[in-house]
């Protein structure tokens, strides 16, 4: 009786282990189909694991550009703004960080930007890093947010450089997204670290009132000094 048991038993996992062996071939093949179409006839998983890393070597990350569907309410908004030029000051603004994460000094920084190279910075702690080779392949209009106190301009910007940390090195796609803010209120926003004061160009008093594009001290018009009081608020990567 026990030797009859012991046959089921062993015919049992026969049973189990052509079963499992069977599944794995069905699935095994199916993959196989699966990426002979999709173009990846005859490479295994590593090589094509391989091949994705290298392409997000090489591939620069996308971005939405949003350009035309905000655009036009920022020029309506802010005559005479150029945002090429606020678009090369948020690509300036990136390196200008990047250097400050290889340096390991955010003294000159403030706020939501000290605090990003700050975090970069312990990433790397007690390590030697560079940012070399250093290319930023394209910047986009992003969003555009506005409300009684303050207007903000969001860009996107996608990047590329080879990081060197301790000797080893790798090329690195990457992307970021920099919020430059206009002070409507500057009244309002006194307390508000991470903003950079709006002053007049002629008398050099807070410009309280930008709505009216005039100081209300002087009389000046500021609206050709638009450009100039878009300042850089925040930085994030993503």
Do not use: W
Not at 47 to 60: F, S, W
Not at 129 to 155: C, G, R
């Amino acid at each position: 009786m026990a030797g009859l048991l012991f046959l089921i038993g062993g015919i049992i996992l026969i049973i189990g282990a052509v079963t499992a062996l069977s599944v794995f071939l069905y699935f095994k093949i199916k993959l196989r189909k699966a990426l002979d179409s999709a173009g990846f006839e005859g490479k295994n998983i590593g090589e094509i694991i391989k091949e994705a890393r290298l392409q997000d070597e090489i591939e620069p990350k996308s971005l939405a550009s949003m350009d035309r569907v905000y655009l036009s309410q920022i020029k309506e908004d802010f005559p005479g703004i150029n945002i090429s030029q606020i678009k090369r000051q948020s690509e300036q603004v990136i390196l200008d960080c990047y250097s400050c994460v290889e340096a390991k000094n955010s003294r000159k920084l403030k706020g939501k930007i000290k605090s990003f190279v700050d975090k970069m910075i312990s990433e790397y702690e007690g390590k030697n890093v560079k940012f070399d080779e250093f290319k930023i392949h394209n910047t986009v209009l992003s969003s555009y947010k506005k409300d009684d106190k303050t207007a903000s301009i969001f860009f996107a910007s996608a990047y590329e450089y080879v990081l060197r940390v301790d000797g080893k090195e790798k090329k690195v796609q990457d992307r970021a997204k920099t919020e430059f803010i206009y002070v409507l209120d500057e009244h309002e926003l006194a307390d508000n670290q991470n903003v950079i004061g709006v002053h007049c160009p002629n008398c050099n008093s807070p410009i309280t009132d930008i709505a009216n594009k005039t100081c209300s001290y002087c009389g000046t018009q500021v609206v050709l000094v638009l450009g100039r009081v878009f300042a850089c608020n925040d930085i994030r990567r993503y």
